[in-house]
């Protein structure tokens, strides 16, 4: 415990040195670093049921749009009303001072953290009976239902979409606030990750991935602990959602809050390229996919997606078990005694099969 | 939405028509998904390229109406393509994934999906496609008028199951496909070549998604990104009706493009998308509350 | 150890990774030696693609014809013009990131519009932040004229004017048939997006001026391929005026769906017939009739120095681009954005932003698209939205009557 630990907080030292000093380094890239980190909290926290309990979640981007949604609903509400707001397609301006727009964005991401985490804790007991395949597309299904859903809502605006309040201060002074955010929560969450996976709470969400029946039989409340490490992960993507949705500045349901079939899906690619059900897996492989993507959309204009699709192709049929997944078949030993003092356990490759 | 049942209400002509329409979408939607409640259910691959498929089965309707044919032409022509396609598909990725963790197949044929997209688009652009069939219509009373090719459609979609359904039972690669479906190891032992019959498989699945495509470019649009809506509509559709329930599948289709078209009516197109879905959500707790009551019956 | 030596890869490589990205990027200048770089996210692929080609077709021949013509005088010296392109993919998100990119990493200074007003609005709040002038065509939702922007111009017309005056033509029609405006019983189908949404609240408040009636009110999915229902509705409530907003697959759709249903509406008035060419899909006989709104039209006498008249610039267009039968009014007015940054640097006289935003915000030109005059919130004021009709294959401009070069004919009499 204690080695890994310390390794551990190397790592966390390298990613906080690259936190602060890539931005300073490249100050250009201020907005498509702080994506990355996005991408990071995506992947970590999908990983939570997809790697850690086997649960293969296909709609937690669900989670993201309704914390960027309940976010708006705060912080525009304070000062006025919703659905006169949205009425206008964003023709009533309002103008917030300093301190409301503060109070305002503070009372929204921890708005947007909670109503995600309830929203999973509700629908969870009944999504999380699915076992496999029927757990993807129900949620997939799920996913899709609410987007559109808020897509009829005319409080919220429906398709048109709501305009976030601006951030008041200088130009470049609110990309950095955002990305000190995402980068915090980033990391915060992977965290409170590594932390829960070290816990009693993280053997039993193993022992449901293993075999969920048995570990029910052991006497693990199985229910109880899936609908909790949802929530768990429904809460850091809801507060992503929220800003997010911030530093957007426009928001919309389907393109902006609810893209299923883009981040919806790159959360799973990202966790899966990295290797699922490892500690460092889903970061690695968020950092590599938004690398991989942001050099592809801008030397291969017109030709991304096609490269985008030829990667995933390629990293699925060659790097099954993903990159980390590659070296504990390659290294077995040195893995093996990381997984046992750590806790983490060696994902099943291959063999995950529902 | 109350408004709407009122005027179904005063005008049940109306919910018939609609019920009508309904069946004939169903019946292109059934026809994709039973292509992909097969590759599901013998290879267990979740094709998420099912959609791309058909659309590519579109566009090669579309090309034989610009070479001067008529749409129909393309028919016998997609369904020989999109089988040589499947097969090449199956060889390069399909092989290699087969049998995994059910996240590879969705993955990889997500990659798959990507890939044909951005190739259709960039052949032919991103501009919405349409191929005139020209077949004329009839009218049912004073109100309903059916499309001849949504009719012919649904005659060809029947004809294409059914054709099917005798070749799986009749033929030796129908038998042996079944085997594999039932136990892959046991068939291999018994001598079948699983690798050919899931090659197989998967190319019979492309052609009827090119099948599919040419009734789709007739009767509706085509647009290269347009196929995650059939492929949403068919995962659904084999979800819903589960999985080796070939019969259930077809109903369900029948069942999904009818209650789209109502629930468009009823609540307002917006919401027509939504409608499906949670409905896809209900069936499956639905599944889930049986599922429950066996489990207490056990203990 | 190994972990150790593992782990500090991870990060080793992360780092590399992105600094690899970082370098490789140089950023570009604003003005490169003798070249004036613009920039601009606009949709290639997604959506938005088939008005995001149009659009950057007509980016690209207004640059060369500029270009042809000897460039832009700066200072004495003449500059010549070149668009940077990202693909924005018709997703806000992705168009707010590219502008950031263009700004910060590839040091745009002068950017030019992306397609449709979702992606406006997305990208408007980047230029604006930056102060970075931005000269916009393809957004029209008035909602981006309200938010006090300051360096953001359009020079067409804004959407809530796009179906408005069908409302007036169907009115005027009411009347002349000795009926009363507000008897016209009117149904709507829009798609549930920014733009189309914004057009509906044009049409919404228009009618009520009239006191008519709206018996269905109908909002179309984004992945629209099918809207039988609505029209269905249609079938029964048989109103005066049917109105479908939904870009090009919208028209595309509702041009095929309404002669299958054989739709008896008398008017119908639908955006995007041109960039859909529903006429060319469905022939003369089964779109007789249709009402399209449209920014502007060939047949129109504007003209101005460097394009000649619209008519000279539709053949002229034709001719670099013969895939086009009609010159959509979205090719148009892009290549009339870049005419007026053009013009903009000319006065301007300087490559500084805030001087040029207020060269900008002066202008006051006839181009072959219309005349160009912003109003104090950048949109454009000197130019109407003109009601063509589909006669005999032909688009015809029937109204306002200043600009008409035909009658209107109605009741529409298609033949399906």
């Known amino acids: 415990m204690k080695q890994s630990t310390a390794l551990d907080l190397r790592v966390y030292a390298g990613l906080i040195a690259f936190g602060i000093l890539g931005p300073i380094l490249f100050p250009d890239y201020v907005q498509t670093i702080a994506v990355m980190w996005l991408m990071v909290l995506m992947a970590v926290t999908w990983d939570i049921t997809g790697g850690q309990m086997g649960y293969n979640s296909l709609g937690n981007v669900c989670f993201f749009g309704i914390g960027m949604y309940a976010s708006a609903i705060v912080q525009i509400s304070q000062f006025t009303d919703v659905a006169a707001y949205t009425a206008a397609f964003g023709a009533i301006r309002v103008e917030f001072t300093d301190a409301q727009y503060f109070t305002g964005l503070f009372l929204g991401l921890i708005a947007g953290g909670i109503a995600a985490a309830v929203f999973a804790l509700l629908i969870g007991p009944a999504m999380l009976g699915l076992r496999g395949p029927y757990f993807a597309i129900g949620t997939l299904g799920l996913a899709v239902a609410v987007g559109e859903l808020v897509a009829g809502w005319g409080y919220v605006g429906g398709g048109g979409g709501i305009s976030m309040p601006v951030y008041p201060g200088d130009a470049g002074a609110g990309a950095w606030m955002f990305y000190v955010l995402l980068a915090v929560l980033a990391l915060g969450t992977h965290l409170v990750v590594r932390w829960l996976y070290s816990t009693q709470f993280g053997l039993a969400i193993n022992a449901i991935r293993d075999d969920e029946d048995k570990a029910d039989a052991m006497g693990i409340h199985a229910n109880r602990y899936k609908t909790m490490a949802w929530a768990f992960a429904a809460f850091f993507m809801g507060i992503g959602g929220a800003i997010f949705g911030n530093m957007s500045g426009f928001i919309e349901p389907l393109e902006v809050a609810f893209p299923t079939a883009t981040f919806g899906i790159f959360m799973v690619a990202m966790a899966l390229l990295g290797g699922k059900g490892t500690l460092w897996g889903p970061v690695l492989g968020a950092i590599l996919f938004h690398i991989v993507k942001e050099v592809t959309w801008t030397y291969l204009l017109g030709w991304q997606w096609v490269a985008l699709g030829a990667i995933i192709i390629i990293n699925i049929v060659y790097f099954q078990q993903g990159i980390l997944g590659w070296a504990q078949d390659r290294w077995p030993a040195a893995f093996g005694l990381t997984v046992d003092r750590g806790g983490a356990a060696r994902p099943a490759a291959g063999e995950a099969a529902e | 939405m109350i408004d709407n049942l009122y005027l179904l209400t005063q005008a049940p002509i109306l919910g018939v028509d609609l019920i009508i329409q309904g069946l004939f979408i169903g019946a292109v939607f059934a026809l994709i998904a039973y292509g992909l409640a097969l590759v599901w259910g013998v290879m267990n691959v979740k094709n998420l390229a099912q959609g791309d498929m058909v659309i590519l089965g579109g566009y090669i309707t579309y090309q034989a109406t610009l070479w001067g044919y008529h749409p129909i032409v393309a028919l016998p022509a997609a369904i020989v393509l999109m089988f040589m396609l499947g097969w090449i598909i199956y060889v390069l990725i399909i092989r290699r994934v087969v049998d995994r963790d059910m996240f590879t197949s969705l993955l990889a044929t997500f990659g798959l999906s990507l890939l044909i997209q951005q190739v259709l688009n960039l052949i032919y652009g991103p501009e919405v496609k349409v191929a005139e069939s020209g077949f004329g219509d009839f009218e049912v009373g004073s109100f309903i008028i059916i499309q001849n090719v949504r009719l012919y459609s649904l005659l060809l979609a029947a004809a294409l199951a059914l054709a099917i359904v005798i070749f799986m039972k009749k033929s030796r690669m129908g038998q042996a496909i079944r085997a594999t479906a039932q136990d892959a190891r046991a068939a291999r032992v018994l001598g079948i070549d699983t690798d050919q019959v899931y090659a197989f498989t998967y190319a019979l699945n492309a052609s009827i998604c090119g099948a599919a495509g040419v009734l789709v470019a007739m009767i509706w649009v085509i647009q290269p990104y347009y196929g995650i809506v059939y492929s949403i509509r068919a995962f659904i559709i084999v979800t819903a009706a589960g999985l080796g329930n070939l019969p259930g599948v077809i109903l369900t289709g029948f069942g999904l493009g009818v209650w789209e078209n109502v629930a468009g009516f009823v609540f307002g197109a917006e919401f027509a998308v939504a409608a499906v879905v949670i409905m896809l959500v209900a069936v499956l707790m639905y599944r889930l509350v049986q599922l429950y009551r066996v489990r207490q019956v056990v203990r | ?416």
Not at chain 3, 139 to 148: E, K, P, Y
């Open chain 3, 1 to 416: 150890m190994i972990i150790t030596r593992k782990h500090m890869r991870t990060v080793t490589a992360a780092v590399a990774g992105v600094a690899a990205l970082g370098l490789a990027a140089t950023a570009e200048a604003k003005v490169e030696g003798d070249t004036i770089i613009l920039g601009s996210a606009i949709s290639l692929t997604g959506k938005y693609a088939t008005n995001g080609i149009h659009a950057q077709k007509g980016y690209e021949f207004a640059v060369d014809k500029i270009n042809a013509a000897g460039g832009v005088t700066v200072d004495g010296k003449s500059y010549k013009l070149k668009v940077t392109y990202y693909d924005d993919e018709s997703t806000p998100a992705r168009g707010a990131q590219l502008a950031e990119r263009l700004i910060n990493q590839d040091g745009v200074k002068y950017m030019l519009g992306p397609y449709s007003s979702g992606l406006t609005k997305a990208i408007a709040p980047v230029t604006e932040k930056y102060k970075i002038p931005m000269v916009e065509a393809e957004g029209a939702s008035r909602s981006l004229f309200t938010q006090g922007y300051k360096y953001l111009f359009a020079v067409l017309s804004t959407s809530e004017q796009y179906l408005a005056s069908s409302i007036a033509l169907a009115a005027e029609v009411a009347e002349k048939q000795g009926k009363k405006a507000s008897d016209v019983k009117i149904a709507m189908a829009f798609e549930n997006d920014p733009f189309s949404l914004d057009v509906r609240a044009g049409v919404v408040d228009d009618a009520k001026k009239y006191g008519m009636n709206i018996v269905i009110d109908d909002k179309l999915p984004r992945d629209l391929s099918d809207m039988t229902s609505t029209l269905t509705k249609v079938k029964a409530l048989k109103p005066d005026l049917l109105l479908v907003s939904g870009h090009s697959k919208g028209a595309a759709t509702a041009g095929r769906q309404i002669q299958e249903m054989k739709i008896d509406t008398p008017m119908i008035a639908m955006t995007h017939c041109e960039a859909a060419d529903v006429v060319g899909k469905y022939g003369a006989g089964a779109t007789e009739g249709l009402l399209c709104p449209t920014q502007w039209s060939e047949t129109l006498s504007y003209k101005d120095d460097l394009m000649g008249s619209a008519a000279q610039y539709h053949s002229d267009f034709q001719k670099t681009y013969p895939e086009y039968k009609t010159v959509p009014y979205q090719t148009a007015q892009a290549t009339a954005a870049v005419m007026v940054w053009a013009d903009a640097f000319e006065r301007a006289n300087s490559f500084d932003t805030d001087k040029l935003r207020d060269a900008l915000a002066a202008t006051d030109m006839m181009t072959f698209y219309g005349g160009i005059k912003f109003s104090e919130a950048g949109n454009n004021v000197a130019k109407p939205m003109v009601l063509r009709q589909i006669q005999d294959g032909e688009y015809l401009v029937v109204a306002p009557s200043k600009w008409a070069a035909a009658e209107l004919r109605h009741p529409r009499k298609p033949e399906y």
